[in-house]
């Protein structure tokens, strides 16, 4: 049995090993040698990683990057994601404010045409005339009056034409008025297209109509 190496110091300074077998045998070793045997060598296991070395950051990261490693996610700044939320939350505050004007401006336009349609339009002249233009749509209930200027009496006829094109919509009325007495009387108007009218007149009478929504 080999017997484990030792180291001694001679007359001369010297260090000795003992081999197997030869126990007086002494071995001259140099001075400043820390020993005259070789260090024996190691065989790495099976399935066990290969020693790195200390020095090498490229073996560290070598031995890290195997293929079931799995890649790290990038890290998101916290600033960038809070700033991705508030443009978020400004984004959906806008078109809920501007989605919220509208509704209010649809329902401020769809009343006043209520109010403007129950309301009614009038309007007056004397003899031949067109009126102004006037917006209606709907349904209207037309009162008209006409009053002679002598005693001799007067003709009344007045239609409702479109603004836009002069083309005649509806006969208003169509009367020869005797004697000197105002004649009034009504006439109606169904499913008008929203548009802009006006009333002209072939009249020798003063003369009025009031458009009445219904």
């Given at each position: ?51 790195m070395d200390p020095g090498r950051s490229g073996d560290a990261e070598a031995a890290v990057d195997t293929p079931w490693a799995i890649p790290p ?5 916290t600033d960038q994601a809070l700033l991705g939320m508030l443009t978020l939350a400004l984004l959906y505050g806008l078109g809920t404010g501007i ?80 004697g000197s007495a105002a004649r009034s009387g009504t006439a109606l108007l169904s499913g008008l297209a929203r548009n802009d009218y006006r009333v ?15």
């Amino acid at each position: 049995m080999m017997e484990l190496a030792c180291a001694a110091s001679g007359p001369n300074g010297e260090r000795c090993a003992r081999a197997a077998g030869h126990p007086g045998q002494h071995v001259p070793v140099p001075k400043g040698t820390a020993s005259a045997m070789p260090a024996p060598a190691t065989t790495p296991s099976p399935g066990a990683p290969a020693a790195m070395d200390p020095g090498r950051s490229g073996d560290a990261e070598a031995a890290v990057d195997t293929p079931w490693a799995i890649p790290p996610e990038p890290l998101v700044r916290t600033d960038q994601a809070l700033l991705g939320m508030l443009t978020l939350a400004l984004l959906y505050g806008l078109g809920t404010g501007i989605a919220t004007l509208g509704a209010r401006w649809t329902a401020a336009s769809d009343a006043a045409a209520a109010a403007a349609h129950a309301q009614g339009v009038s309007v007056a002249g004397r003899g031949d005339q067109t009126t102004t233009t006037f917006s209606l749509e709907g349904d209207y209930l037309v009162r008209w009056a006409a009053t002679p200027s002598t005693a001799n009496g007067c003709y009344h006829a007045a239609v409702l034409e479109r603004a836009d094109s002069g083309h005649q919509v509806e006969l208003l009325v169509n009367e020869a008025i005797s004697g000197s007495a105002a004649r009034s009387g009504t006439a109606l108007l169904s499913g008008l297209a929203r548009n802009d009218y006006r009333v002209h007149a072939s009249s020798d009478c003063s003369w009025t109509f009031a458009f009445e929504g219904r």
